[in-house]
């Protein structure tokens, strides 16, 4: 099992996203999750820099400039989804990456408290 470290650009970035209210919140992740096409499509036009600040996570020991370093997705590359970060909270959780887990929860109570 891979090493997950918080990604603290990342965080910073969501909680940002979230101020801006550049978010949604009701939809299906699994529909509307990022898949290899459009993460390729993203990095054909910005920065790896500018990829990275859509994860929450960085996997241990992968290299920078690849997607393998990148973990825990938050969003569409323009938007916060409510449903990725209940994601993360979950597959974090799950796999007992504990740093993950609370920003992904304490950015979900932020949504909340704003989107209230």
Request: charged fraction near 25%; proline fraction near 1%.
């Amino acid at each position: 099992m891979a090493t997950y470290e918080l990604n603290d650009a990342g965080v910073a970035r969501c909680r940002e996203l979230i101020d801006a209210r550049q978010y949604v919140l009701d939809s299906e992740w699994s529909d509307v999750q990022p898949d290899a096409e459009s993460q390729n499509a993203y990095l054909g036009r910005h920065t790896f820099a500018e990829y990275a600040v859509w994860h929450l996570g960085l996997t241990a020991g992968a290299a920078d400039d690849t997607k393998a370093r990148y973990a825990f997705a938050y969003g569409d590359f323009r938007r916060v989804h409510r449903s990725a970060l209940i994601a993360c909270v979950f597959r974090a959780a799950q796999w007992r990456h504990k740093e993950v887990e609370l920003a992904a929860h304490d950015l979900l109570q932020h949504l909340d408290a704003t989107s209230a």
